[in-house]
């Protein structure tokens, strides 16, 4: 009698605790918000590595422009400053119609 007694209360033990691990796991704290965390983690990755992209490019792009006989460096003071050489003509259409 005491032996089924201490089985029937170590089973009851037992299947509380699966019944609480189940339920802790599906819940918005266990799997799904571990899966939903790793797929946020993800897209930051892919986020931060296209930033990362930009800011070379840029960085590419700003080295160019700070040598003194690039024709990037003409090109984007000309287009800037709308300015042209001697002997040139420059037309600027206005793309607004009335």
Same mark, same amino acid.
């Given at each position: ?42 897209? %930051? #990755?892919?986020? *931060? ?7 070379? /490019? @840029?960085?590419?792009? !700003? &080295? ?10 003409? %090109? #984007?003071?000309? *287009? ?7 002997? /040139? @003509?420059?037309?600027? !259409? &206005?793309?607004?119609?009335?």
């Amino acid at each position: 009698m005491k032996i089924s007694i201490v089985r029937t209360v170590y089973a009851l033990v037992v299947l509380s605790c699966m019944v609480y691990a189940f339920v802790v796991l599906r819940g918005p704290d266990g799997i799904p918000g571990l899966l939903a965390k790793r797929r946020q983690v993800h897209d %930051y #990755e892919q986020v *931060n590595q296209q930033l990362h992209r930009e800011i070379e /490019e @840029k960085q590419a792009r !700003i &080295d160019r422009l700070r040598g003194n006989d690039s024709p990037e460096l003409e %090109y #984007e003071i000309r *287009n800037r400053l709308k300015l042209a050489r001697p002997g /040139e @003509k420059v037309y600027i !259409i &206005d793309g607004n119609k009335k």
